[in-house]
């Protein structure tokens, strides 16, 4: 088919398209017209308090009905949308089991995995030693102790002979 034919055939279907779409449009304002006059009369304007008074009971009556009917759809659109996904569920269980893709191993680091889970607007940092206290170290009197000793040759010959002994039990004790 040559490019001109091409051409020729999609202007006429736009064409069509269109009527199409100018018509439906004329519909529906004929529809809404039709309806504003079937539930909305004209208003007039009561001249006395009794006449407004039934005018807004009128009124207030025609709100709750209409939201009786309003409650009365949602519920049965609840309803319906409830049974279509039972009714897809059932269908996916009837079509037997599901092929489990295959998982790629994917380097990805936290802040970026946080980033791409909560999205661009939230920004979180996963510097986890910044949030830490500072603890201060308390040094141990005995660990003290067993710096001071110093060397442990000279240690033990303190201690060598029973003046050493008898001097590290009476220390002990």
């Known amino acids: 088919m040559s490019s001109s034919r091409k051409h020729h055939l999609k202007s006429l279907m736009l064409s069509i398209a269109k009527g199409l779409l ?13 309806y504003m006059a079937e539930n909305c009369p004209p ?19 025609n709100i709750e009905r209409i939201d009786e009917e309003r409650y009365d759809l949602d ?15 059932k269908v996916q269980d009837l079509k037997g089991k599901f092929k489990k893709p295959t998982l790629r191993k994917v380097r990805m680091s936290a802040d970026a995995m946080l980033k791409a ?27 003290k102790e067993l710096r001071d000793v110093g060397d442990w040759r000279k240690n033990i010959e303190d201690k060598s002979g ?12």
């Open 22 to 34: 100018e018509e439906e449009a004329e519909e529906r304002e004929e529809e809404r017209t039709r």
């Open 43 to 61: 208003l007039s304007l009561p001249r006395t308090m009794q006449e407004l008074q039934e005018l807004c009971k009128e009124i207030h009556h």
């Open 75 to 89: 519920i049965k659109v609840n309803k319906s949308n409830k049974e279509i996904e039972d009714m897809q569920i």
């Open 117 to 143: 889970l909560l999205g661009s607007k939230h920004t979180v940092n996963m510097d986890l030693r910044a949030n830490l206290k500072q603890v201060k170290k308390e040094v141990k009197e005995e660990d």
């Open 162 to 173: 029973m003046d050493g002994r008898k001097k590290m039990f009476e220390a002990e004790a």
